[in-house]
């Protein structure tokens, strides 16, 4: 009840000076007519004035690169040199390309101003390890992007700060936590945003950050492999999606999340799809319960695998199996059970309760949305071991 309390709260004068802002006329792109959800399916107003732009693209490709010696389980820590080659082999392996300075190329250039999206919700103990984002920054430089177009983000500076990615770069690019404090609304664009009302809440929209509407030429997306009490898991499309939009967390509230049909919704929101260019899964480290945060040490585990692709909603589907063979390993119930039974007298460390109906089937929603492909079926995944 506390957190709907919150979300239904104004925050007056961000939000009076944000909507009264001089802004071009956006426009409004094909979508259901606004109206309350309620427990129904929620229905969407999708307003962008920004078209889809052509990309590299390997839809339905998606390339997983497993090292036993990637991480030490006991400290957390990465090994630079062993990361370094799962990225060159997993990207070469995904464009064909012998060196992957090429592979790179196919995806960003010299003049490109590039954001990196970085997953920092459960940080410091689970997040887009610093040695990974450290190797695509240095794969970006190799290329020719200038260390001052490149900009580590996040929402919330807590979440960023708690890393300190800094002490493990080799250049100096930007990092920016998009809100400096919880509810500002200046660095989000008025003009592109998804308005939706699912519980009654006041303020039922939701911008996109400005520096992806305004900065960006490209974006990497760095998530991890995670378990979610939401939408079941968190992969490319949840922290695109809920990563470069305001006021998200009100898609869920009391047993009940729209997760399903919201994260797709968002990733699909131009020109943020057309601009997200590559995925890089940091898999070195999980969460197979609890997620997006790591409340117990019992819930973390280590897949040292790392995946890469364009097509975000093959990705996603080829982790949520990593994330339900652990829970299965571990004799927790399927992330895909929607008994209300799992609602109830709910305990933290218990794995077979979560307090929402979860919504793993976000993927397939996103994919009939046209974002990629869900079918394990049509899906090509190349598995290398080093």
Avoid at 183 to 209: C, H, K, M, Q
Avoid at 256 to 275: D, W
């Amino acid at each position: 009840m506390d957190h709907l309390r919150s979300l239904l709260k104004l925050r007056d004068m961000n939000r009076r000076s944000f909507l009264l802002a001089p802004t071009a006329l956006p426009v409004a792109a094909p979508a259901a007519s606004f109206v309350r959800a309620g427990e129904g399916d929620a229905q969407y107003r999708i307003v962008t004035p920004y078209k889809p732009s052509p990309r590299y693209d390997l839809t339905g490709k998606v390339v997983r690169v497993h090292a036993e010696q990637s991480i030490n389980e006991a400290t957390a820590v990465a090994d630079p040199a062993t990361v370094k080659e799962m990225m060159a082999r997993g990207l070469t392996s995904l464009t064909g390309d012998k060196d992957p300075r090429d592979s790179w190329r196919r995806f960003v250039g010299p003049s490109d101003v590039v954001g990196i999206k970085v997953n920092a919700s459960g940080a410091p103990k689970i997040m887009s390890h610093p040695v990974v984002v450290a190797e695509v920054v240095n794969q970006l430089v190799a290329v020719g992007v200038k260390p001052a177009n490149i900009t580590i983000y996040e929402r919330f500076p807590d979440q960023l700060e708690s890393i300190g990615y800094g002490k493990f770069l080799a250049h100096k690019v930007n990092l920016v936590a998009v809100e400096p404090y919880r509810g500002r609304l200046n660095e989000y664009d008025p003009r592109v945003y998804v308005e939706a009302n699912f519980f009654g809440e006041e303020e039922t929209r939701s911008n996109l950050i400005r520096m992806v509407s305004e900065r960006f030429t490209k974006i990497i997306d760095i998530p991890n492999i995670k378990d979610h009490g939401a939408s079941g898991v968190t992969g490319c499309l949840k922290n695109i999606a809920y990563g470069n939009f305001h006021n998200v967390a009100r898609s869920h509230a009391f047993s009940k999340t729209h997760t399903k049909t919201f994260i797709g919704t968002l990733a699909g929101v131009e020109p943020l799809r057309s601009r997200t260019v590559l995925h890089v899964m940091d898999g070195l480290k999980g969460i197979w319960h609890g997620g997006p945060f790591e409340r117990n040490a019992r819930f973390a585990f280590y897949p040292k695998q790392m995946l890469f692709g364009t097509d975000p909603v093959a990705m996603d589907r080829v982790m949520r199996d990593v994330v339900e063979a652990k829970r299965k390993a571990e004799g927790a119930v399927s992330v895909l059970n929607r008994s209300k039974e799992t609602t109830k007298d709910v305990k933290r460390d218990n794995p077979n309760k979560n307090t929402y109906i979860r919504e793993p089937l976000h993927i397939e929603f996103a994919g009939s949305l046209g974002l990629g492909v869900a079918d394990m079926a049509k899906i090509e995944l190349r598995e290398i071991r080093l």
